[in-house]
């Protein structure tokens, strides 16, 4: 006779079977996580560009408003005889200062607001423009409105638009910034000042030593800036625009068209910073206008001629029938696989370390272009395509230096 229990029907599983079971699971959830993760960063990474959209539609309101774009940088200037000297000298105003030597307290009084701060009306930020003293530094203390606030509080303030979802390197509750505006090559045109990068935190440092974009030798700096300004969008300026090395670009220069020609981009080690040896120990936030904390270039030694050979070309002007080429030192412009590389930066973390393009999303970086649209760029970009992008009018450049016409299937993705 059977005994009931051993009629009974069988309950649970082998151990052959769950051990299936476990395996089967576990390959789904591998073979899903890579795809949740890529829709989450696809969402942060259209959350940037919406937030550097809205930039975009600042700067275009500034530029229809005043018809030209703002400084990157605003500076108060004390150069004396500015317009009684025959030659005068940017090397000798407080913008030169102020970048070569931020730790300077005679010049960080100099140092008033970022492009930010000129924005802020047009992007729903009227209240806080409107209490923002611009005859005083960004990290003033002093409250110069009844019931307002000073330019400190205001810009250690958070702006959501300001930070990409996937920059890591902010601060809660401060006055983070992960967009730079286009500053062309160097930190300050007039000055000729370049950026030599390093392998480590500490170790870029800034070049003054002039660097030959024109026939001089050494280039006189109204024919350096006269060719730096087709090579920018936004430059360090005085609060008056009245001195020599004020450059504005109006929207008639840009040449070679708004839709190739980038204005905004990002970078990790802008914005905020309790105390930073690039900017002399101060603190950093969205308002302070030094160059590496407010704006990109590229690499500065692109052009490393002499007078009588410039940026490594011929001072010979090209001939009816010749072979074109451009300028034989754009190629640099993102040097790829050297520290000056876009994105090289997210291997640093001290801020103010790296004023080129540094993102945290992988592959490439976000970029506003002058006409207001967003596109993304992948980091290995070719240099001189890359170097197309950044001058608003390469195609004017002397012929040294000419850039050709830029096909947009170079860098459309």
């Known amino acids: 006779m059977t005994s009931r229990s051993a009629s009974r029907p069988r309950r649970g599983f082998t151990l052959i079977e769950l051990l299936v079971v476990i395996s089967i699971i576990a390959l789904l959830a591998g073979l899903l996580l890579p795809a949740v993760n890529a829709a989450r960063e696809a969402g942060r990474r259209a959350q940037c560009q919406n937030n550097m959209r809205q930039i975009g539609i600042g700067l275009q309101g500034f530029a229809n408003a005043k018809n030209y774009f703002p400084n990157a940088g605003t500076f108060m200037e004390n150069y004396a005889g500015q317009f009684n000297s025959a030659a005068p000298s940017p090397n000798l105003s407080s913008i030169y200062t102020a970048v070569t030597a931020p730790q300077n307290t005679s010049t960080q009084g100099a140092m008033l607001y970022s492009w930010v701060v000129d924005l802020l009306p047009y992007v729903d930020s009227q209240d806080l423009f409107n209490n923002w003293n611009k005859s005083l530094p960004y990290l003033s203390p002093l409250v110069t409105t009844p019931g307002g606030a000073s330019n400190l509080t205001i810009s250690g303030t958070g ?18 910034l992960s967009y730079v505006v286009n500053g062309g090559f160097t930190l300050f045109a007039a000055g000729s000042l370049s950026w030599t990068p390093g392998a480590s935190d500490g170790i870029p440092t800034i070049n003054t030593a002039q660097t030959y974009w024109g026939i001089s030798s050494p280039p006189t700096f109204t024919e350096q800036q006269g060719i730096m300004q087709k090579c920018g969008v936004m430059f360090l300026g005085t609060d008056t625009g009245k001195y020599p090395w004020d450059m504005r670009t109006t929207l008639s220069a840009i040449y070679d ?14 914005g905020y910073s309790p105390s930073s040896q690039y900017a002399g120990g101060l603190e950093t936030n969205w308002a302070c206008p030094l160059p590496t904390f407010t704006m990109f270039t590229g690499y500065g030694l692109v052009c490393q001629g002499s007078g009588s050979t410039p940026c490594g070309g011929s001072l010979s002007p090209i001939t009816v029938g010749a072979t074109q080429s451009d300028g034989p030192g754009w190629h640099l412009a993102n040097a790829n696989g050297t520290f000056a590389n876009n994105n090289y930066g997210m291997n640093l973390t001290v ?51 000419k850039q050709l016409p830029l096909s947009q299937d170079a860098f459309t993705q």
């Open 257 to 270: 068209g708004a839709s190739n020609t980038v204005v905004v981009g990002e970078n990790t080690l802008a």
């Open 159 to 176: 702006l959501a638009f300001l930070r990409c979802p996937d920059d890591n390197s902010f601060t809660p509750n401060q006055g983070n």
């Open 351 to 401: 801020k103010g370390s790296f004023p080129y393009i540094s993102s945290g999303h992988p592959g490439g970086d976000n970029f506003v272009f002058c006409d207001g649209h967003v596109a993304f760029l992948n980091s290995t970009i070719d240099g001189t395509v890359y170097s197309k992008l950044l001058t608003p009018a390469g195609g004017r450049l002397p012929y040294w230096l």
